[in-house]
C-alpha cells in the first residue's frame, strides 16, 4: 500500500487522485463502519460492521459472509481492517475463508494478491534468526514467510501470469530473498552469483508492472531503484529515485527521498544526502527511518572530531538525542535503530542492553550491514571482558555477514587483529594489519602496525645476541610518518597521537637525531595546548617565559628526553633550561602527592644537568651537583666516575690520578671505571714501540681476559694500540714491512671483533678505516667509512682522516673543508691540526702555481709555530715555505707581481736564512743537518740575488709602466674633458633654440590678444551704432528697420523685393546664417520658438522626365550657380531639386541648415506669407542679392 498526499495514479492499479495537498495515509480508504446487506426481511435490511472495534474472533463474520454470498469487495475490506490493526494472521483467515467461498477465478486472484502482500509484512516483522533469548521452537523466521509468500505467488500465476499485480509482488519477494541469501549462504563467490541473479530477476518483474501500467506504477520505479542500490549501480538508482518523486512529489510511504539520500551517501555526497532524509522528515515528521538516518550522519560527522572539540559534542549529542531516541520510540524493535543505540551503550559499559539491542538488530534484520554491526557490538563486548575466545567469533561473524575476505567489515578485521597482540602471536596480528592496509590506509591499522614493527626493534636492542632488524625499524618510520601525513589533511580532522610521535621520536633517536628531537617538541606542544587557561601565568612578560613557566607542569621524562637531543646537538644552554625545568616538574610532582616517588627522576635528571655544565666548562657546578647525587646516593658510580674525570682535568698530577686509583679499587669489576682508567693510562703513559711492555695495552688485556671478553671499549682500545704501534714501526726491509703489515693486521681484528658486538661502534669503523687507509693504500674505501662514521661521532679526529684521504686523492679543496671543520671542533689551537692546513695549502699552491695559497700555507704554519715554538720541524717547515715563495715570486713574470710582494718575499728570506741554520744545530734536526744547511747555503747565495735581480728588474717595469699609465691617464682625462666640452656646447645651442622658441610664441600671443581686442572695439562700436535714443523717455533702444514691400505672389516671374537699404541687404557674407530682425522691441525679446524636426521619406514621387545632373557640385557651387541659370528665378530653381528632408508640423526634425548667404525678411512679411517653408534662404539665394562679401 502507498501512503501519498497527491497524485498516486498507477499505484497498485488506483485510479484517482486525491485532493492536492490532502495527506493520504495507509489503510485510509477503509471506512470506519460497513454495512453487509442481508437476504432475508426486507430488502433494504443490514448489518452494520465496525472496522475499527473488531471481534477477537471472526468466525461469526466470516460464517455471516459465506452465508450472504457477498462480493469480495466485503472479503477484502474487511481483511484489511484487521490488517490495519496489525492482526495479519486473522486477516490472512479471513481471506482464506473468502477464496474457499467464491467461486470465481478473477475474484479469487485479486484476494490472492492481497493474500501474498500480507505474508510478505509478516516477512518483514519476522525474526531472521531465531532469538536467543527464546527456546519456543515454534518461532516463524522470514524464511517461513517467504515460502508461504511464494507458494501464494505460485497459486496465483497458476490462475493468470499476466496479472498486473503480481509482477510487483514478485519482485519484492525476489529483493527480499536476495537479502537473506547471503547469511544463509555465506558469502562466497557462488552466493553472489545466486544474489545478483535473483535481483536481476527482480529487476525485470518491476520492468514488467511498469510495461503493464504504461510506466505509471510508482511502486515499480520504486522497487527497480532498490533493486539497483542492491547491484550498486548508485547513480541509475539515484536517477529511478528521482523519477518516481517527480511523478509522485508528495509521496512519503515509501518515501522516494529517502532512497535519494542512501544514494548520494554512497556517492559521496553526504551532505546533499543529509538534506535530502531532513526533506523527508520535513514531509512526514514520523518516519522512524528519516530520524535514524540522520542519527547516522551525525553520528559520522562527529567521529571526523576529537572527543574534546566541541564540534564533536554538538553532532553527538543531536545524533542521538534529537534522532536516535525519537526513532527508538516509535519502534524499539526497529534493527537499524537497535544497532545505532547500541554503541551508545557500549561506551557506557551497559552490558545487559547492548546485549539485547545487538540481538534484536541481528535477528530480525534482512540487511547484512545492519547483522554486521550488531555481531561487532557483541564482540566489543566480548572484547571488553577479555573473552578472547567468543570475541574472535563474533569478529568473524561480522567481517562475513558484510563479505569477509577482500570486502567484509573493516572495524571486525581490526579487531581480530587486536585480538591476536593480546594473545601475543604478534606474527598472525602483523599478517592481519597488513592485509588491511593494502586495502585501505586506515590511521588505527597503520599506527598498530608501525608500533608492532617498532617494539620488535626496540626489544632487540636489549637482546643478548644483536640481530639485524634495521629492515623493521624502516617499516615501522614508513608506516607512522603515513599517518602524520594524514593528520595534516584537514578534511580528515584527526588529532595527533603522542604515542605515534613517542614511537617515532625512540626510531629517529641514533639515524636522525633531529627528527627525533621535532617529535618529541611537537608532543611538548600538545601538552601546553592542553593546559588550561586557568592554570597559565597571567606574569609572564612574553611567550617563551611563559612556555618556560608552563612547562614545568608537563611530564618531566619528556622535559628530559627534549633537553638529552638538545646536548647531543651542542645546544648546552638550552638542554640545561630543559633540565631544570624538569626538576623543577618533579618537585611540583612530589608536592601535589607525597605518596609518587620521584627519587629516581630526580636523580637521573640531576646526573644529566651536571653533564651539561661539563660541556660548557662550568666544572665547579657539575662538581657540586656530584656530590650532591654521592651525598644521596654513595653508591651511584657514575656520579663517582664524573667527579674522578673532573679532577682528572683539574688536577691531572696529583688529585686526579688519586681518584681514578681509589675508584679502580672500589669497583674493580666496573667496566665504565676500567675504562676510564685505560684513558687515563692512555693519556700519561709514556711510549714504547714495544706493545707487550705498554701499561695501557696490560690493562685492556687484564679487562678481556677477567671481566668480559666482549667490552667493546677495550676491544677498541687494543686495537688503537696495535694500529698506533705499526704506523711507528720501521719499514725499511721487507722484513719490517711484513712484521708492520702483521701490527695492522692484529689492529683489524680488534676492531672488526668490536663491530661485529656493535654495529654502530663509530671509533671502532674509524680505527679500522685509518688501518685500510694506511696498510692498503684504499683511500676510497677510507672515504666510505669515514663519511659514514662522520654522521655518528660529533669528533674532530674523523674530519681530519677525512682530509688527510682527500688530500692522498689529490682533492685538495675538500681536504681543506674537513681540515677546517676539525680545526672548528675544539682544536682551534692544535698544531698538529694548523701544520694539516698549512701542507695542504702548500700542496695546492704547488699544483695550481698560486703565490696566495703559499701565503695561505705560511699563515697557518707560522700559527702552528706559536702555539708549539719548541718544535723544530714546525719552525723548518716555516723556512721551507719562506724559501719556496721565493723561488714562486721570482719565476712569475714582472705583469704577475708587484715591488711590494717582492720586497715580502726578501724578508722572509733573510728569516729562512736565519732560522736555517739554528735548525740544523738543533739537537734532534727533522732532516740530516747537512741537507738543512745547503739548503740555507742555497737560499744565501742563490735566491737571494735571485729576488735582488726580480726587485730591480720589477720597479724599471713598474716605474716604466707608471709613466705609460700616467701618460695614459692624461690622455683620457683630456679625451674626457673634450666629450665634456661637447656635451655642454650641444646643451647650450638646445637651451638657445628653446628660448627662441619661447619668445616667438610670447610673440604671437601677444599679437593674437591685439587681434581680439580690435575685434571687441569694432563689435562695441557696431552695437552702439545700431541703438538710438528714444525722444520720450530718453533711454537708450535698437533702432527699428524699415518695413518693405511685400512680395509678389508665386509664379509671377519676378523676385522679391524689400525696402531695405542695399548696404544693409549685402552686409552679410555668403556662408554666414541670416537672423530675422524683429519689428519691435517686444517681439525681440520675445523667446524664439523651438522646433522640433524629424527625418521623413518624402511622398512624392520624384518626375522622371528629367535627368541626373552631370556634375556633383557642393552646396556652396550650388548656391553660387543659382543665378546664372536660363531664366530661372531661385524659387524655380528649389522647386525643381525637392529637398530630401520636409518640415513636420514644428514637431518633426528638418534638416540641417546649410552655411549659405540668405536675406532677411520683415516680421511682416513672415505673416503675410502665413506658412513660409523652412527652406526658405537656405537653398538658394533672392535676386539681387550682394555676393560681395
Known amino acids: 500500500m502507498a501512503a501519498t498526499k497527491a497524485h498516486t495514479n498507477g499505484v497498485n492499479g488506483h485510479r484517482g487522485s486525491p485532493e492536492p495537498g490532502l495527506k493520504v495515509a495507509r489503510f485510509s480508504n477503509i471506512p470506519p463502519a460497513m454495512d453487509i446487506p442481508v437476504s432475508s426481511g426486507d430488502a433494504e435490511e443490514a448489518v452494520e460492521v465496525d472496522l475499527e472495534d473488531l471481534m477477537d474472533d471472526p468466525t461469526e463474520l466470516c460464517t455471516l459472509l459465506e452465508n450472504e454470498r457477498v462480493a469480495k469487495t466485503y472479503w477484502l475490506t474487511i481483511a484489511l481492517a484487521y490488517a490495519k490493526q496489525k492482526k495479519l494472521d486473522l486477516a490472512i483467515d479471513i481471506l482464506n475463508r473468502g477464496m474457499a467461498s467464491l467461486s470465481r477465478t478473477d475474484d479469487r486472484l485479486s484476494m490472492l494478491s492481497c493474500l501474498c502482500w500480507i505474508i510478505l509484512w509478516q516477512c518483514r516483522e519476522a525474526p531472521r534468526l531465531k532469538p536467543h533469548d527464546q527456546n519456543d521452537t515454534e518461532v516463524r523466521l522470514k524464511d517461513h514467510f517467504v515460502q508461504a509468500a511464494t507458494a501464494t505467488l505460485n497459486d496465483a500465476s497458476r490462475i493468470n501470469p499476466t496479472y498486473p499485480p503480481l509482477f510487483l509482488a514478485r519482485g519484492v519477494l525476489y529483493l527480499l530473498r536476495a537479502a537473506l541469501l547471503s547469511t544463509k549462504a555465506g558469502f562466497g563467490p557462488r552466493a553472489h552469483a545466486e544474489r545478483a541473479d535473483m535481483l536481476q530477476q527482480a529487476t525485470k518483474c518491476f520492468e514488467d508492472a511498469l510495461r503493464s501500467s504504461g510506466g505509471r506504477n510508482i511502486m515499480a520505479i520504486i522497487g527497480k531503484a532498490r533493486t539497483l542500490f542492491s547491484l550498486g549501480k548508485y547513480a541509475e538508482s539515484y536517477l529511478a529515485y528521482q523519477n518516481a518523486l517527480e511523478r509522485a512529489p508528495d509521496m512519503y510511504e515509501p518515501d522516494p527521498r529517502i532512497g535519494l539520500g542512501c544514494c548520494l551517501w554512497q556517492l559521496g555526497h553526504k551532505d546533499e544526502a543529509k538534506n535530502a532524509w531532513q526533506r523527508a522528515l520535513e514531509v512526514n515528521s514520523g ?13 559520522d560527522a562527529s567521529s571526523k572530531y576529537h572527543t574534546s572539540d566541541p564540534e564533536f559534542k554538538d553532532h553527538y549529542q543531536k545524533a542521538m538525542t534529537q534522532y536516535n531516541q525519537t526513532a527508538f520510540k516509535m519502534d524499539n524493535r526497529f534493527p537499524l535503530t537497535c ?9 557506557r559499559k551497559a552490558w545487559p542492553t547492548l546485549e539485547k539491542l545487538s540481538r534484536q538488530a541481528i535477528d530480525y534484520t534482512d540487511v547484512n550491514a545492519i547483522a554486521s554491526d550488531g555481531w561487532y557490538l557483541l564482540a566489543r563486548r566480548a572484547h571488553y571482558e577479555e573473552n578472547v575466545a567468543e570475541a574472535t567469533d563474533f569478529y568473524n561473524r561480522a567481517d562475513q555477514a558484510r563479505g569477509g575476505d577482500e570486502r567484509g567489515y573493516l572495524p571486525a578485521k581490526f579487531g581480530a587483529a587486536q585480538l591476536k597482540v593480546v594473545t601475543n602471536d604478534l606474527a598472525g596480528a602483523k599478517f592481519r594489519l597488513e592485509k588491511i592496509t593494502s586495502q585501505s590506509k586506515n590511521v588505527e591499522a597503520l599506527t598498530l602496525l608501525g608500533i608492532l614493527y617498532a617494539e620488535e626493534f626496540f626489544s632487540e636492542q636489549h637482546a643478548a645476541v644483536k640481530e639485524d632488524k634495521t629492515a623493521e625499524m624502516r617499516k615501522a618510520i614508513k608506516l607512522l610518518e603515513e599517518v602524520r601525513m594524514q593528520w595534516k589533511d584537514s578534511k580528515k580532522k584527526l588529532a595527533p597521537d603522542a604515542n605515534v610521535l613517542l614511537n617515532l621520536a625512540r626510531l629517529y633517536e641514533h639515524e636522525a637525531p633531529e627528527k627525533s628531537l621535532q617529535c618529541l617538541q611537537q608532543v611538548e606542544q600538545m601538552e601546553l595546548d592542553q593546559i588550561p587557561d586557568e592554570e597559565r601565568p597571567d606574569d609572564a612578560e612574553d611567550e617563551a617565559a611563559e612556555h618556560a613557566i608552563l612547562r614545568e607542569s608537563l611530564p618531566p621524562q619528556l622535559i628530559n628526553n627534549i633537553a638529552a637531543f638538545q646536548f647531543q646537538t651542542e645546544r648546552y644552554q638550552q638542554a640545561r633550561e630543559l633540565f631544570q625545568s624538569a626538576l623543577n616538574g618533579c618537585v611540583k610532582i612530589g608536592d601535589k602527592d607525597d605518596e609518587i616517588d620521584t627519587d629516581a627522576l630526580v636523580t637521573t635528571i640531576s646526573y644529566n644537568l651536571a653533564r651539561t655544565y661539563e660541556a660548557e666548562g662550568m666544572l665547579v657546578e657539575a662538581r657540586k651537583v656530584y656530590e650532591g647525587l654521592l651525598d644521596r646516593h654513595p653508591s651511584y658510580v657514575d656520579a663517582r666516575i664524573r667527579l674522578a674525570y673532573i679532577l682528572l682535568r683539574q688536577d691531572s698530577a696529583e688529585a686526579g690520578p688519586k681518584a681514578v ?18 684513558w687515563f693510562l692512555h693519556r700519561s703513559k709514556k711510549r714504547t714501540l714495544n706493545v707487550a711492555e705498554d701499561q695501557e695495552q696490560r690493562h685492556y688485556k687484564h679487562t678481556l681476559q677477567q671481566f668480559d671478553k666482549h667490552d667493546k671499549y677495550a676491544l677498541t682500545g687494543m686495537g688503537n694500540i696495535f694500529l698506533q704501534s705499526a704506523r711507528e714501526m720501521r ?23 668490536a663491530l661485529q658486538l656493535d654495529p654502530q661502534n663509530a671509533y671502532a669503523a674509524q680505527g679500522l678505516g685509518i688501518a685500510v687507509v694506511e696498510e692498503r693504500k684504499d683511500f676510497s674505501g677510507g672515504i666510505q667509512v669515514f663519511s659514514k662514521v662522520k654522521d655518528s661521532i660529533k669528533d674532530a679526529s674523523v674530519f681530519m682522516n677525512l682530509g688527510h684521504v682527500f688530500c692522498e686523492l689529490k682533492q685538495f679543496t675538500r681536504a681543506i673543508e674537513n681540515y677546517e671543520i676539525a680545526l672548528s671542533r675544539d682544536r682551534a689551537n692544535d698544531p698538529q691540526m694548523l701544520s694539516c692546513l698549512g701542507r695542504v695549502w702548500y700542496l695546492r699552491g704547488k699544483q695550481e702555481k698560486s703565490l696566495s695559497a703559499l701565503k695561505t700555507a705560511l699563515d697557518y704554519t707560522k700559527s702552528a709555530v706559536e702555539v708549539a715554538s719548541d718544535q723544530m720541524h714546525m719552525r723548518f717547515n716555516v723556512a721551507f715555505l719562506q724559501t719556496q715563495i721565493a723561488s714562486t715570486i721570482y719565476a712569475l713574470p714582472e705583469t704577475s707581481r708587484s715591488v711590494v710582494e717582492v720586497e715580502a718575499a726578501m724578508a722572509g728570506l733573510e728569516e729562512a736564512i736565519e732560522s736555517l741554520p739554528e735548525i740544523a744545530k738543533a739537537p734532534n734536526p727533522p732532516f740530516p743537518r747537512n741537507d738543512i744547511e745547503q739548503r740555507a747555503n742555497m737560499a744565501r747565495n742563490t735566491i737571494r740575488k735571485q729576488l735582488e735581480r726580480a726587485l730591480t728588474s720589477q720597479r724599471e717595469y713598474e716605474n716604466k709602466n707608471a709613466a705609460r699609465l700616467e701618460e695614459a691617464r692624461k690622455a683620457r682625462d683630456a679625451e674626457k674633458q673634450r666629450r665634456e666640452e661637447e656635451k655642454q656646447r650641444v646643451l647650450q645651442e638646445e637651451e638657445e633654440r628653446r628660448q627662441k622658441l619661447r619668445e616667438e610664441r610670447e610673440r604671437m600671443m601677444e599679437e593674437d590678444r591685439r587681434l581680439a581686442e580690435t575685434k571687441a572695439e569694432e563689435e562695441r562700436q557696431r552695437a552702439d551704432a545700431e541703438l538710438t535714443t528714444d525722444e520720450e523717455t530718453g533711454e537708450r533702444r535698437k533702432r527699428e528697420k524699415k518695413k518693405g514691400g511685400k512680395r509678389k505672389k508665386k509664379g509671377d516671374g519676378s523676385d522679391i523685393e524689400t525696402d531695405g537699404s542695399e548696404a544693409e541687404r549685402g552686409r552679410k557674407s555668403r556662408g554666414r546664417t541670416s537672423s530675422l530682425t524683429p519689428a519691435s522691441g517686444d517681439e525681440a525679446e520675445r523667446p524664439k520658438k523651438k522646433k522640433r524636426r524629424k527625418l521623413e521619406r518624402k511622398s512624392t514621387k520624384t518626375n522622371s522626365k528629367f535627368k541626373s545632373a552631370e556634375k556633383i557640385v557642393d552646396s556652396d557651387s550650388e548656391v553660387d550657380a543659382a543665378p546664372a541659370e536660363d531664366g530661372k528665378s531661385g524659387s ?26 540668405s536675406r532677411v525678411l520683415d516680421d511682416d512679411e513672415e505673416e503675410d506669407d502665413g506658412g513660409v517653408n523652412g527652406t526658405n534662404g537656405a537653398n538658394g539665394t533672392g535676386a539681387g542679392e550682394s555676393d560681395d562679401e
Open 287 to 299: 518516519s522512524k527511518v528519516a530520524n535514524v538516518l540522520l542519527g547516522l550522519y551525525h553520528l
Open 339 to 347: 544497532a545505532t543505540f547500541g554503541n551508545y551503550f557500549l561506551l
Open 661 to 678: 686509583k681509589e675508584l679502580l679499587d672500589a669497583y674493580p669489576s666496573n667496566l665504565d671505571v676500567r675504562a676510564l682508567y685505560g
Open 731 to 753: 719499514r725499511d726491509t721487507d722484513q719490517d714491512k711484513e712484521k708492520r703489515s702483521k701490527q695492522y693486521q692484529r689492529a683489524v681484528e680488534f676492531f672488526d671483533k
Open 1132 to 1157: 524655380e530653381a528649389r522647386d525643381t531639386s525637392p529637398p530630401d528632408v520636409e518640415m513636420a508640423d514644428g514637431d518633426d526634425v528638418t534638416q540641417r541648415r546649410r552655411n549659405k548667404p
